[in-house]
């Protein structure tokens, strides 16, 4: 049996789910949805949300600082702002990075 393609739409990662669980794509479509809520929802948490086997999803705020415009080379304040971070856990980097 020849091995399958890994999916790379959101499509083929939804038919991917549902041949797995033996559910409909239409299920799997809304087990997905949920999820991302769940992950959507728990980020705005000041501890964020764990994602079990593949990281944590984290609201963290980067202080104002002084940068370089690369074009010019004059001196610019970059000001405070509020971004999402992933980071990935120890069971994901190895099951990415093993041999």
Request: aromatic share 4%; hydrophobic share 45%; proline share 6%.
């Given at each position: 049996?020849?091995?399958?393609a890994t999916?790379?739409t959101?499509?083929?990662?939804?038919a991917?789910i549902a041949?797995?669980?033996e559910i409909?794509?239409?299920q799997?479509?809304?087990?997905?949805e949920?999820?991302?809520n769940?992950?959507?929802?728990?980020a705005?948490?000041p501890?964020g949300?764990?994602?079990?086997?593949?990281?944590?999803l984290?609201?963290?705020k980067r202080?104002?600082?002084?940068?370089?415009?690369?074009?010019t080379?004059?001196?610019?304040?970059?000001?405070?702002?509020?971004?999402a971070?992933f980071?990935?856990a120890?069971?994901?980097?190895?099951?990415?990075?093993?041999?």
């Amino acid at each position: 049996m020849a091995k399958k393609a890994t999916p790379k739409t959101k499509s083929e990662i939804m038919a991917a789910i549902a041949e797995a669980a033996e559910i409909s794509k239409k299920q799997a479509v809304a087990a997905y949805e949920k999820l991302l809520n769940i992950a959507y929802a728990g980020a705005k948490d000041p501890k964020g949300i764990m994602l079990p086997g593949l990281g944590k999803l984290i609201k963290v705020k980067r202080p104002a600082r002084m940068g370089r415009n690369p074009a010019t080379g004059a001196t610019i304040k970059i000001p405070a702002k509020t971004v999402a971070k992933f980071r990935l856990a120890k069971a994901a980097k190895d099951a990415v990075l093993s041999k």
